[in-house]
């Protein structure tokens, strides 16, 4: 025997089993999207990885010490995308989208990678799904896509998911606020970590997520931004949040939050949710009105966010049942064959009312009658329709046990409204 294969390291492989919660994620996330007219965009799932050094930033983590990247046969540096917001503001410039009407809204969904250490929902390939609205910076656009994600997450009924809203102000705000930041960082340079100590400069916010005692000490009476917020940026955070309660979204305001992507400006938000241990983010986002400038566009604001699928779908794990419900509605048909010459007829049976819409499955791998029945039954199917020799048939209800004759022909034409071909 050959040697076997693991999955690589810090990646899913998602069963069978696992689908139907993936898919009532994937499905109710569409259905709000697309209700509330947002279209969808899919781009390639690496990109150059320049898009990413300057997208994302980089002093952040993921440009640093987690991007997949790889030379091309060209001699062109790629990095599997870790993320879609710059990936698909690239396309916003690249399509010259400005020129559409505004905002545009789009969203997406798939792979993404980055290079962490693997444990319990956090993974080296992920799932995201990701929504953008480009070329607005109504705060109305802000409380629309966070009462979007709330709608989401209580159409899935995520166990535990809370919001936390906060806001960065403007670039100019933020580069004066992290000044004094790191005035009081360096009065306390001997009590923060070696960590922290080392990116006063290029990162001082970071400071706040340390875990360490020390820096955590420092950091209780360390400046706010939100507190440093004035004018126009904190008129918009005060709209954002009016636009939340009148939405109905409950969150608390965390005027410490620290996003892990450089490019965020005014409103921030994140979700967390239960029973996940250390990675209860279930997902985020925030306004980022310089990345698409930053990237060859015009000055044009935006926002959006993006959920984990597998983090959601860890956190549902109890629930897969409901998952079931929400993802493939009633159970079909399984149909049982009492001999060969039924065997043959069943195939034939199984197709038509595929062709004609309907879940039918069958056994294939020689099972008695009593065999089949079980196989029915653990299949989830709503009807057996049992073929008998000489072309009768009788259908049994799967939930109350009953049975009674048909005749084939009739049966699949109800259903199908279509003769057995
Ligand atoms: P993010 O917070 O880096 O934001 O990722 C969003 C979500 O993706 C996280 O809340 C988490 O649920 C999931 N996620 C991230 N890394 C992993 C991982 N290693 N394993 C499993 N799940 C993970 C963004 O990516 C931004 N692009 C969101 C955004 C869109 N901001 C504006 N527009």
């Known amino acids: 025997m050959g040697e076997k294969f693991k999955a690589p390291r810090g990646t899913l492989d998602a069963l069978p089993a696992d689908q139907p919660i993936r898919r009532a994620i994937e499905d109710v996330a569409r259905r709000e999207l697309e209700l509330a007219g947002y279209g969808r965009i899919d781009t390639p799932a690496f990109e150059d990885t320049e898009l990413f050094a300057r997208g994302v930033g980089a002093s952040t983590e993921v440009v640093q010490k987690q991007m997949f990247t790889f030379t091309d046969q060209g001699g062109r540096s790629l990095t599997l995308r870790p993320e879609a917001t710059a990936a698909i503001c690239r396309a916003y410039v690249e399509h010259g989208m400005h020129k559409l009407p505004q905002p545009v809204k789009v969203w997406t969904s798939g792979p993404m990678f980055r290079h962490e250490r693997p444990q319990a929902g956090r993974y080296r390939q992920f799932t995201q799904v990701d929504a953008e609205a480009i070329g607005s910076d109504s705060p109305l656009v802000d409380a629309e896509m966070i009462a979007l994600a709330w709608d989401i ?102 005027p410490t939050m620290v996003r892990g992507l450089d490019y965020y400006t005014r409103t921030v938000f994140e979700v967390h949710a239960d029973g996940l241990g250390a990675q209860s983010q279930i997902g985020g986002g925030g306004r980022y009105d310089g990345l698409v400038e930053q990237l060859g566009g015009p000055p044009t604001p935006a926002m959006g966010w993006a959920f984990g699928v597998d983090r959601i779908a860890l956190a549902m794990a109890g629930d897969v049942e409901g998952g079931r419900d929400k993802a493939t509605g009633p159970g079909g048909v399984f149909v049982v064959a009492d001999d060969d010459e039924a065997r043959a007829r069943a195939l034939q049976v199984v197709t038509t009312l595929r062709r004609g819409g309907v879940r039918a499955d069958l056994d294939l791998a020689g099972r008695s009658q009593k065999g089949q029945m079980k196989q029915a039954d653990r299949s989830g199917a709503d009807a057996a329709l049992v073929l008998g020799a000489g072309g009768g048939a009788s259908v049994r209800d799967m939930r109350s046990g009953e049975q009674r004759d048909v005749d084939p022909d009739a049966y699949v034409g109800e259903l199908t409204e279509r003769p057995l071909s």
């Open 153 to 254: 997450l209580e159409g899935l009924k995520v166990p535990g998911a809370r919001f936390s809203v906060g806001s960065l102000g403007s670039v100019e705000a933020r580069a004066a606020y992290l000044d004094e930041l790191r005035e009081h960082l360096r009065a306390h340079e001997s009590k923060l970590s070696v960590e922290v100590r080392e990116r006063i400069d290029l990162n001082p916010l970071r400071a706040f997520d340390a875990a360490d005692e020390g820096t955590q000490a420092v950091m209780a009476d360390a400046p706010r931004l939100l507190e440093r917020l004035e004018g126009a940026d904190a008129e918009h955070f005060a709209e954002v949040r009016a636009g939340l309660d009148a939405l109905g979204v409950s969150y608390e305001v965390d």
